[in-house]
């Protein structure tokens, strides 16, 4: 089992910056893959971007340059710096991970909202 906790959201102007992390306990070494999803109201949960243990990045094009996910594996926790905030990266962020066989855990969720 894996348990997550998220912090880091709020209420941002426009243009404005927030740090999201996810701390990891339980079972933390058979994490392998960590990333943020979000939600909007009325839209599906999407991707936002995922890191592997090694380090490999992806990100959804929609935060390509804005967005930056990292992890420190000694600490068991993934962040998400997020600059140039925009009224459309308004959602509920999710913390996930994928482990080495293959099983999913998420969080709890973190609001973020973004002003214009």
């Known amino acids: 089992q894996v348990q997550l906790v998220e912090s880091g959201g709020g209420l941002v102007q426009a243009g404005g910056s927030l740090r999201l992390s996810c701390v990891v306990s339980?079972?933390?070494?058979?994490?392998?893959?960590m990333g943020w999803y979000r939600q909007a109201p009325g839209k599906q949960r999407d991707l936002v971007a995922d890191?592997?243990?090694?380090?490999?990045?992806n990100y959804a094009d929609s935060v390509k340059g804005r967005f930056t996910i990292s992890r420190d594996n000694a600490k068991n926790t993934v962040y998400l710096q997020m600059n140039s905030l925009k009224p459309d990266d308004t959602a509920v962020y999710y913390c996930?991970?994928?482990?080495?066989?293959?099983?999913?855990?998420w969080g709890q969720g973190t609001q973020v909202n973004v002003s214009s």
């Open positions: 339980g079972n933390r070494f058979s994490v392998n893959v």
């Open positions: 996930a991970v994928k482990t080495w066989g293959g099983v999913n855990y």
């Open positions: 890191i592997t243990r090694s380090g490999t990045t």
